[in-house]
């Protein structure tokens, strides 16, 4: 069965910081793969998805990810981390046309001033 | 206007009385999704529908039932609410040529007492 393991459940980084979130996945073919927040109170937006081709992809609000097939991962990235990115963040899999998407535990995301 | 809305936002109810969350979508999406998220889980899939006459379970599907009344609705209901159904309840579409990308709702948070 595809699993989703998110290791961190909680990271501080200062503002203005580099971030990377790590995800990896358990699964016999190459999913697709998607990085949601959440910020407080509210629902899940969608901030990067990979399908194929280039592995590194970027996102909305200055994120990217790589995936890396070898490792079996697909961390999430930031150069210069903004307060307002404080959220938690969902890694997901999905297989082609197959709908049950499976989600991590979360990582929070507090940013210090 | 939101695309995928959800009814109530908060709702408190007793065990065992029987409750129903509504989530209706304006993106035209064949595809529905009920998920419920707890801490330190992530979402996992109650059910999911792929057009009106489509009704399939997902993970976690025991304890609760759903109704596809249209294409833009799609209802979850738990006939004996307990306990451990106190969750925060998401529900998402997507279109079948979307490459899988799943749209959230706001969320409705449930507590059963």
């Known amino acids: 069965a595809q699993s989703v393991t998110q290791p961190d459940i909680h990271i501080t980084v200062s503002e203005g910081a580099s971030l990377e979130l790590r995800c990896n996945y358990s699964?016999?073919?190459?999913?697709?793969l998607f990085w949601y927040v959440q910020s407080p109170g509210q629902g899940l937006q969608l901030l990067l998805k990979?399908?194929?081709?280039?592995?590194l992809v970027q996102g909305i609000k200055g994120f990217e990810a790589e995936f890396k097939r070898s490792q079996s991962s697909f961390n999430l990235r930031k150069p210069s981390v903004h307060w307002s990115d404080a959220a938690e963040y969902f890694c997901?899999?999905?297989?082609?046309?197959?709908?049950?998407?499976?989600f991590g535990a979360g990582t929070r995301l507090t940013v210090k001033p | 206007d939101a695309d995928v809305t959800q009814t109530p936002r908060n709702r408190i109810t007793k065990t065992g009385k029987r409750i129903m969350l509504e989530c209706s979508q304006t993106?035209?999406?064949?595809?529905m999704y009920w998920y419920r998220q707890d801490p330190g889980l992530g979402l996992r899939l109650i059910y999911y529908?792929?057009?009106?006459?489509?009704?399939n379970k997902g993970e976690i599907s025991d304890g609760y039932s759903v109704s596809r009344q249209a294409q833009a609705k799609f209802s979850l209901s738990l006939e004996s609410a307990i306990p451990n159904q106190t969750a925060l309840y998401f529900c998402?579409?997507?279109?079948?040529?979307?490459?899988?990308?799943?749209?959230f709702g706001p969320g409705t948070r449930l507590l059963v007492l």
């Open positions: 998402a579409t997507s279109d079948p040529g979307g490459e899988e990308t799943q749209y």
């Open positions: 699964y016999g073919a190459t999913p697709y």
């Open positions: 990979y399908f194929s081709g280039d592995t």
């Open positions: 997901a899999v999905v297989r082609y046309n197959n709908n049950d998407m499976r």
């Open positions: 993106k035209g999406h064949d595809r």
């Open positions: 529908s792929f057009d009106v006459k489509d009704i």
